[in-house]
């Protein structure tokens, strides 16, 4: 293979994992979308203490209140019920 002809190569391979991560992206935006649709739509009846990823790149975990129904984070514990939480009583 000559000089050329494997730049090409590497060139069609960035080419296809750039779209194919391009339709990722805008697969991820929609899915995103549903969800945050989804969580504006629900009225959190179902309030539950848990422990939760601060963010999705976190490894940190804090306890908050999460609706149960979409998952939505609606607040924060009371320190009654983070105690709750902790001890199940
Ligand atoms: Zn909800």
Redesign the pocket.
């Known amino acids: 293979m000559s000089f050329r002809s494997s730049e090409k190569v590497a060139k069609n391979l960035f080419m296809a994992s750039n779209r194919k991560v391009a339709s990722l992206i805008e697969k991820k935006r929609k899915i995103l979308k549903e969800i945050d649709d989804l969580?504006n739509n629900?009225?959190?009846l179902n309030k539950v203490v848990k422990s939760i990823k601060e963010n999705e790149d976190s490894s940190t975990f804090v306890v908050r209140c999460v609706?149960e129904?979409?998952g939505?984070t609606?607040g924060i514990p009371t320190q009654q019920e983070i105690k709750k939480y902790l001890n199940g009583f």
């Open positions: 969580q629900c009225e959190h609706c129904g979409c939505k609606i």
